[in-house]
């Protein structure tokens, strides 16, 4: 799988996206998130998000009883929709991402896993505002992208 070049600039630029899940009744549930973007050596790669449970305001506490990382336990498909809006409606672009959800824990006693703790390195490049926030000691969701689909951007014609 691999994005094109207008693929990752959107992804990239874009600040936010919004996550969609299954609930347990089969619903879909969406809450939108900041993300960061593993990066990629080559093409052949698949491209990696992730989405902190960060410390904001929550309906509960604990972060693994959040609803959407109820879902992803119990299924773990996810799409991800990250859209550039303009007034000029010429501009308008979407991409969605479907891909497979899980949690990266941090080890007992608040240390990270070498992928934690990239994910979270990630996610304080990316956001400021993660600086002073304990992600270290928090679940991360990864979300490893199998398909790409986009409207409205430019797709590369093969040669």
């Known amino acids: 799988m691999t994005l094109t070049d207008a693929e990752r600039v959107l992804l990239a630029e874009a600040r936010r996206a919004v996550l969609a899940t299954i609930a347990r009744d089969g619903r879909p549930r969406l809450v939108p998130i900041a993300y960061a973007v593993a990066p990629w ?20 506490d604990d972060p693994k009883k959040l609803a959407r990382v109820r879902d992803i336990t119990a299924r773990n498909d996810v799409t991800v929709l990250v859209d550039r809006w303009d007034e000029d409606w010429t501009l308008l672009a979407w ?8 949690l990266l824990e941090p080890t007992a006693g608040g240390t990270e896993t070498g992928r934690h703790r990239d994910a979270v390195r990630l996610l304080r490049d990316r956001y400021p505002q993660y600086a002073d926030q304990r992600l270290e000691d928090r679940p991360v969701i990864r979300i490893e992208i199998a398909r790409a689909v986009s409207w ?8």
């Open 152 to 159: 409205r951007l430019e797709r590369e014609v093969s040669a």
């Open 41 to 60: 050596p080559g093409q052949s790669e698949k491209p990696i998000l992730y989405s902190a449970l960060d410390e904001k305001p929550k309906s509960v």
């Open 95 to 102: 991409l969605r991402l479907d891909g497979t959800a899980t």
